[in-house]
């Protein structure tokens, strides 16, 4: 038994979910494309066939390789990303001997992932990059400055099977029984062994009937009539209310700057698209492109 609703999210750091994944993706591929090496990154610390392998390889290999050498131990990732290296280097000379280098295929590959490399600096140089410090900073205090205030109340409840049983409660209350024993003893809700606390919610938290109740009691004032639910038949207590806090900078200040990287990307996004060319021969092609098109732009959020 569930009595709240999924929590929203405020305004601030809200993002639909696949604007999210695809910035998830683009900030992955972009640090695949450029690793951190450790020091200068241009340490050998190995050769192959008289070729250096640098510590920027070993970087870039594990960056490359984190789905499979996640799984790795720490202190054996190093070791286990040189041996992929080796490997990876000697099939690619034997590629090479035997000419799949020039093949159209290959080149097309290869002309593709040179692509997408550019594309990743690019997204790095003209959105990572210029999304700073304090313009997340300021975006947080614009947010908070225009949220309207909202109060949360804290509240317990007591839920119980039939009518009669609530009111046989509420009279137990009435006679001076304490609410938190009651609950532990009687409660037939996940939270009763807790003193049927269910702490600070917001409205559209929980099911209706039981939030109007729960809103319209004074401070350390319970239910005088039973409260009935889809879940059954409650007695409520309200602990405490006050003014919605705002969270902490430090706790939203990454999702904020995923929301300011998704919006700068669509923003460039939409000045390169409106000065590119694009002819379609293809009608089907055309429609589903531009339907595409139009329905990532009306998932970009609000200025």
Known sequence: MQLSRPSRSLSAVSAKPIAARLILVLAASCALAFPVAAQDGKDVVATLNGQPITEQDLAMTLSDLQDQLGQVPPEGRRAAALTALVDIRTLAEKAEAAGLDKTDEFQSRLAFLRQRALHNAYFRDEVVNKVTDEEVRARYDKEVAATPPENEVRARHILLKTEEE??????????????????????????????GDLGYFTRGRMVPEFEEAAFALDVGAYTEKPVKTQFG?????????????????????????????????????NTLRSEAKVEISDPALKEAYDKANTAQLQQQPAQ
């Open 166 to 195: 609530a009111k046989a409660v509420i009279a137990e209350l009435d006679a001076g029984a304490k609410f938190e024993d009651v609950a532990k003893e009687k409660s037939t809700g996940p939270t009763g062994p807790n003193g």
């Open 233 to 269: 038949w409650h007695v409520i207590k309200l602990e405490d209310k006050r003014l919605v806090q705002p969270p902490a900078f430090a706790d939203v200040k990454d999702q904020i700057r995923s929301v300011l990287l998704r919006e700068h990307y669509f923003n460039l996004l």
